[in-house]
């Protein structure tokens, strides 16, 4: 059996990671936990400077910041799956996490 744990930081999602953990025999699962950074929807408001809306220089490195949180949740998720016996692989998308997980889903 494949289970697609898509997360985020969320009371919801670890109840799904403990719901996994009890409901799901590991022998019978491989699990692949996901998560989505939606840069674009974090990003921070444009500002105008008389010629055209712009983006601060720094936003790059605030996508590298939330890139690396997303790396720490997944991997923290994985390693009380792993506890747990369970086959686990982790991922990290950038997009729109509807469309991102789909995508997945599909391809897996």
Known sequence: ?????????????????????????????????????ESLRLAPPYVGFGIGPSVPVDFAGHIEEWLDKAEDLVGQSAKVLETAGFRVATSVKEG?????????AEEW
Do not use: G
């Open 1 to 37: 059996m494949k289970i697609l744990l898509a997360i985020d930081d969320s009371e919801f999602s670890k109840a799904a990671l403990n719901a996994v953990i009890k409901q799901v025999r590991p022998a019978d699962a491989q699990v692949q936990v996901l998560h989505v950074v």
């Open 96 to 104: 729109d996490a509807r469309a991102e997980i789909l995508k997945f």
